[in-house]
């Protein structure tokens, strides 16, 4: 094969565009997005050393939290420092096999992000609705089954994602029109029909979502019964508080996330950079609020930061 054929198959660089139409704004988009990152990266590392240093948190729901925070650190870390290098440096450049892999790591663990609000969900429903089993059915073996089979469900369903783009002759312009190497944005400069490719991707991602969904949406249907089923007006509006900030940020993953299916699917009118500032919500907002919700407010957590720090806890 001549170097023009093989440069075609394979090209040694894709261009990101960033936020088209906004390009003159990038400078100041890259402040909160930093500032995010940042919340996210100290937060999740937060949780991770509290949860390792206090035994008493060694509870389904705190490994759970852990696996969840591990994932939001992937994940976030795999976009948020090349966006600012293009943001702030204009370093429009990515190696095409840097962007296969930030590619799968984008989709597997957002994928596995979906699993472990599952199973949080799950956790959740059996500590209200059968306490007395709580440890028994979520004794650390099952904890780490079901950590497995989310993290190999995430890995074997979007796998095929960089061997089929890495099979594609690409002859049209190499530049993406985005801010990260999304599945559908790389797969458009393919001069080959990729209907089955799309229709593998979008069927996965639809699949996995709709699944997940269901489940978490019938898991916080039988926990809100159980609640206002609660003896103690008290522990009811406890409860309900602790579900309801769970809610919000598992409503803010799969609406970001079910707008950027659409959009993909029939929303062929909606103005890019509405389309593109929404994907980066999807992958930023998640792992910002995951360790404010699900870590300063919960108590444990807060009061092991704040003895850590010295501050009396009142």
């Known amino acids: 094969m001549g170097p023009a054929n093989k440069s075609q198959t394979s090209p040694d660089t894709f261009l990101l565009m960033g936020i088209p139409g906004l390009e003159h ?12 990152y940042v919340v996210a990266v100290v937060g999740n ?5 509290v949860v390792r240093a206090e035994r008493s948190l060694h509870e389904p729901m705190f490994l759970f939290l852990c696996m969840l925070s591990i994932t939001d650190l992937v994940l976030s870390t795999s976009t948020l420092p090349r966006m600012l290098c293009l943001f702030w440096l204009e370093a429009h450049d990515i190696a095409f096999d ?11 663990f957002t994928a596995m992000e979906s699993g472990f609000f599952l199973a949080m969900a799950f956790d959740r429903y059996v500590a209200i609705c059968d306490p007395l089993r709580h440890t028994t ?14 993290v190999l469900r995430g890995v074997v369903f979007f796998s095929p994602h960089p061997i089929l783009l890495r099979q594609l002759p690409y002859c ?6 985005h801010t990260y190497c999304e599945f559908m944005a790389v797969v458009k400069l393919a001069c080959v029909d990729t209907g089955v490719t799309k229709r593998y991707s979008l069927s996965v991602a639809s ?3 709709s699944c997940d969904g269901f489940f978490i949406a019938v898991s916080y249907v039988l926990i809100l019964r159980a609640v206002f089923r609660l003896p103690s007006r008290e522990a009811s ?13 598992i409503l803010v993953f799969y609406s970001t996330a079910v707008f950027t299916f659409l959009t993909h699917r029939f929303g062929h009118n909606v103005a890019p950079q509405i389309h593109i500032f929404i994907a980066n919500m999807y992958l930023l907002v998640p792992p910002f609020l995951n360790p404010i919700v699900y870590g300063i407010r ?5 009061d092991h930061v704040l003895s850590s720090l010295k501050v009396k806890v009142t």
Do not use: D, E, N, Y
């Open 45 to 49: 590392v937060t949780i991770l050393a």
């Open 98 to 108: 840097a962007c296969l892999t930030q590619m799968f790591f984008i989709h597997s």
């Open 298 to 302: 919960t108590k444990k957590i807060r």
């Open 237 to 249: 509006f406890k409860a309900l508080g602790t579900c309801g900030s769970h809610v919000c940020v």
């Open 207 to 209: 699949v996995i979502g």
């Open 25 to 36: 704004l990038h400078v100041w988009i890259g402040i909160p997005f930093c500032s995010m």
């Open 137 to 150: 059915i979520l004794t650390h073996s099952r904890i780490a089954k079901m950590g497995a089979s989310v």
């Open 172 to 177: 049209r312009t190499r530049i993406i029109a």
